[in-house]
């Protein structure tokens, strides 16, 4: 049986404290986007370094993942040019994306929320975003948090390219980063190092 170290309040609470992260929350809930969350390396790498003891200035993430949903938004173009935007006003990479476009990227029917968009995302511990709400965080998170506090890297049900998720792990060097991670492919867990073939991947998979 799991043993749950962190509660969802718990991971509120160090995000909170995370001048950077409260930093960053407040410029996106600037841009009053319809159901927007920040995601994927950005709670996830967070949580990890908290629960391996690292102590950074800023989240261990290649750039900022910012979905929001409006079939009546932007189109990728215009996101582009937001990313950039937000690049020069913060000094960050930003990656900003409409879901409401974004599932023509992987031939699937159109998502139905952002939410909705996080649960096709690779891994459970990367479907899991952060947004201010009136003020206040609150955690997205389509499969809960348990392999995020637990250490634990398993593919999400709607992700079914087992073999990607093995490449995401060897070229984002996780294992190396956060050694007591595990692998959970089918049934098994594994933190032993993953050998796979290298080729590129999709632009469609988040960080």
Same mark, same amino acid.
């Given at each position: 049986?799991?043993?749950?170290?962190?509660?969802?309040?718990?991971?509120? *609470?160090?995000?909170?404290?995370? +001048? /950077?992260?409260?930093?960053?929350?407040?410029?996106?809930?600037?841009? &009053? !986007?319809?159901? =927007?969350?920040?995601?994927?390396?950005?709670?996830?790498?967070?949580?990890?370094?908290?629960?391996?003891?690292?102590?950074?200035?800023?989240?261990?993430?290649?750039?900022?993942?910012?979905?929001?949903?409006?079939?009546?938004?932007?189109?990728?173009?215009?996101?582009?040019?937001?990313?950039?935007?937000?690049?020069?006003?913060?000094?960050?990479?930003?990656?900003?994306? *409409?879901?409401?476009?974004?599932? +023509? /990227?992987?031939?699937?029917?159109?998502?139905?929320?952002?939410?909705? &968009? !996080?649960?096709? =995302?690779?891994?459970?511990?990367?479907?899991?975003?952060?947004?201010?709400?009136?003020?206040?965080?609150?955690?997205?998170?389509?499969?809960?948090?348990?392999?995020?506090?637990?250490?634990?890297?398993?593919?999400?049900?709607?992700?079914?390219?087992?073999?990607?998720?093995?490449?995401?792990?060897?070229?984002?060097?996780?294992?190396?980063?956060?050694?007591?991670?595990?692998?959970?492919?089918?049934?098994?867990?594994?933190?032993?190092?993953?050998?796979?073939?290298?080729?590129?991947?999709?632009?469609?998979?988040?960080?």
């Amino acid at each position: 049986m799991r043993t749950i170290i962190m509660t969802e309040q718990d991971i509120l *609470n160090l995000i909170s404290e995370d +001048k /950077w992260m409260m930093d960053i929350l407040r410029t996106a809930e600037k841009l &009053a !986007l319809p159901d =927007w969350v920040i995601g994927a390396g950005f709670v996830r790498n967070k949580v990890w370094d908290y629960l391996h003891g690292y102590s950074r200035s800023q989240v261990d993430t290649a750039d900022i993942d910012l979905v929001y949903y409006d079939p009546n938004g932007n189109d990728q173009k215009a996101d582009e040019g937001l990313s950039e935007k937000l690049k020069q006003e913060t000094g960050i990479e930003w990656e900003v994306v *409409n879901e409401a476009y974004a599932h +023509k /990227w992987n031939n699937l029917p159109p998502y139905k929320s952002t939410e909705d &968009a !996080l649960s096709q =995302w690779p891994e459970t511990v990367t479907a899991i975003g952060v947004k201010l709400e009136s003020g206040e965080l609150k955690l997205i998170a389509p499969y809960g948090i348990n392999d995020l506090v637990n250490l634990i890297i398993r593919p999400s049900p709607k992700f079914a390219d087992i073999d990607k998720i093995k490449e995401r792990v060897k070229q984002k060097r996780w294992l190396e980063k956060w050694p007591k991670l595990k692998m959970a492919v089918g049934k098994s867990i594994s933190n032993r190092s993953v050998m796979v073939r290298d080729r590129v991947l999709s632009t469609a998979v988040r960080t």
